[in-house]
């Protein structure tokens, strides 16, 4: 059974930095290309950041510059560190396979507010 599991978020003034992490229990993490998504109130969910199995990143233009995805295979654990945080950042975080979606965690709300 895939478990994805978020922590990390919080209430962070603007210009803050907040480290967010994913545990994954049940897939082969290493083989697996992963993402960092995220769902603001009243906005679908959207891939904010990915990371393949190689290495290579992408991010979305909104946090490019800012948040930087990082995994620790022999941790099974994806990292997303982000830095000068703005309101428009405000949202629940998840992560999830990137090409193969698994069953979604409650993710973390990360609040941006002063």
């Known amino acids: 059974q895939v478990q994805l599991v978020e922590a990390g978020g919080g209430l962070v003034q603007p210009g803050g930095s907040l480290r967010l992490s994913c545990a994954a229990s049940?897939?082969?993490?290493?083989?697996?290309?992963m993402g960092w998504y995220r769902q603001a109130p009243g906005k679908e969910r959207e891939l904010v950041a990915e990371?393949?199995?190689?290495?290579?990143?992408n991010y979305a233009d909104s946090i490019k510059g800012r948040f930087t995805i990082s995994r620790d295979n022999a941790k099974n654990t994806l990292y997303l560190q982000m830095n000068s945080l703005r309101p428009e950042d405000t949202a629940v975080y998840y992560c999830?396979?990137?090409?193969?979606?698994?069953?979604w965690g409650r993710g973390t709300q990360v609040t941006v507010s002063s």
């Open positions: 990371l393949s199995t190689s290495g290579s990143t």
């Open positions: 049940g897939i082969i993490f290493s083989n697996i290309a």
């Open positions: 999830n396979g990137r090409w193969v979606t698994y069953s």
